[in-house]
T-cell receptor
Framework: GAVVSQHPSRVICKSGTSVKIECRSL??????MFWYRQFPKQSLMLMAT?????????EQGVEKDKFLINHASLTLSTLTVTSAHPEDSSFYIC????????????FGPGTRLTVL | GQNIDQPTEMTATEGAIVQINCTYQ??????LFWYQQHAGEAPTFLSY??LDGLEEKGRFSSFLSRSKGYSYLLLKELQMKDSASYLC??????????WGAGTKLIIKP
């Protein structure tokens, strides 16, 4: 099956610092990757869609300059939370859509971000 | 607007059967997904329905009626490890997943 990894799985940082989260498709090439955020007891909220080699498409209300997404290769997308604040503390999950099955998304294990 | 509705929480007994319903209104339809999510973990895929009818996979079954905008997930022979949130998601005409808020399922001995 298709495997997606995320790194780090958990990060604690001070307010004002930047944090980078990596999402990798391990055994397939992902033309499209999605970044989600999930607050406690809430559903997944799509933040942005990134296509390899092009700019990410952000959902309404998501700040492009704060959440920088780079999808430089078919196996790697990164999300950088710049100048993180306590309200950015959340569970960040990426998913990847492979070129074979357009309707299928494979999820990474998620990254728990805590901003002090 | 697009909307996915499912109950917030359900309780069932170990060994029993539970049905989790999901109704949806979306712009276009390219399939309905059910995911299981344990606390602190990412969702894991359970089922995918794009045609009307029942799809059975072991203890889990999923049903879809496109004309009614309705689906359910049926869990049989419940085990304690089935305690989790169950997320209903619909893929719209842009192949984007629209997520429900999830149903927290509590299994009691």
């Amino acid at each position: 099956g298709a495997v997606v990894s995320q790194h780090p799985s958990r990060v604690i940082c001070k307010s004002g610092t930047s944090v980078k989260i990596e999402c990798r498709s391990l055994d397939f090439q992902a033309t499209t990757m999605f970044w989600y955020r999930q607050f406690p007891k809430q559903s997944l909220m799509l933040m942005a869609t990134s296509n390899e080699g092009s700019k990410a498409t952000y959902e309404q209300g998501v700040e492009k300059d704060k959440f920088l997404i780079n999808h430089a290769s078919l196996t790697l997308s990164t999300l950088t939370v710049t100048s993180a604040h306590p309200e950015d503390s959340s569970f960040y999950i990426c998913s990847a859509r492979g070129p074979r099955e357009y309707n299928e998304q494979f999820f990474g294990p998620g990254t728990r971000l805590t901003v002090l | 607007g697009q909307n996915i509705d499912q109950p917030t929480e359900m309780t069932a007994t170990e060994g029993a059967i539970v049905q989790i319903n999901c109704t949806y209104q979306t712009s276009g339809f390219n399939g309905l997904f059910w995911y299981q999510q344990h606390a602190g973990e990412a969702p894991t895929f359970l089922s995918y329905n794009v045609l009307d009818g029942l799809e059975e996979k072991g203890r889990f079954s999923s049903f879809l009626s496109r004309s009614k905008g309705y689906s359910y997930l049926l869990l049989k022979e419940l085990q304690m490890k089935d305690s989790a949130s169950y997320l209903c998601a619909v893929m719209d005409s842009n192949y984007q997943l629209i997520w429900g808020a999830g149903t927290k399922l509590i299994i009691k001995p």
